[in-house]
């Protein structure tokens, strides 16, 4: 028995590989698994439920054709496509989850987290991601024109790349001392993450205890998932072109 851990796909329309690499997957290692669970950033970006392009509708068709088979597919937003809502959960079949969820993996409780909140010394970012959260600017956002949020989806992600572009390494990764707390708030010595686009398992130690930290992949050129296997024996597949 085992259940699939993925984030970070980005799927965009000018991404054709990549997304035939998803619905790929879904058929073939996803469909051995217990449940699958999607943490963040599936999507590129996501500026409302009511975008219905071809390209949306076809990934939406193919989890819904899983999830109407009682495969359970757990999603939680990211930074990219955090205004998925309920219509997209409704069409999909998928179960959102909250941004800190703790859930038992075969007897052992395991936070999962998308990721960006832990980062927490890009402080423009979290100063943004405050602001983006909040449900009446969203609700501002969603009564734009499709093509306004478009184009002002596209602005933002040029700047957030002009932005990254400027940072150190370690600002763009995880604070520690931030990962230890919201470890000991949910009282959990496992975490998993995405965000970070740095694939590995990090164990450390804090006043005798034992915590890992395990940070899942992008999926740029390849895929990349975490299997969590019943017998504790967790490992990364990575899923070629």
Known sequence: MSIIVISDLHLQENRPEINELF????????????????????FESWIGDDD????????????????????????????RDFLIGKRFLKATGCQLLPDEFVTDVYGTPTLM???DTLCTQDVKYIKFRKKARNWFMQKLFLLKPLKVR???????????????????EYIMDVTESEV????????????????????????FESHGKQYVRTVLGAWHDKGNALILNSDGKNEFLEIPL
């Open 52 to 79: 219905d392009s071809a390209f949306h509708q076809s990934i939406i068709r193919a989890l819904k054709t899983e999830t109407n088979k009682g495969f359970p597919i757990y999603f939680m937003h990211g930074n």
């Open 180 to 203: 230890l707390r919201v470890m000991q708030k949910h009282n959990v010595f496992s975490l998993i993450h995405g965000h970070t686009h740095r694939p590995r398992i990090h164990h």
């Open 23 to 42: 619905l790929k997957f879904l058929q073939t290692d996803a469909k051995h698994a217990e449940a699958l669970y999607i943490l963040g950033d599936f």
């Open 113 to 115: 987290m998308h990721g």
């Open 150 to 168: 478009q184009e002002m989806a596209k602005r933002y992600r040029e700047a957030s790349l002009a932005h990254v572009s400027t940072l150190p």
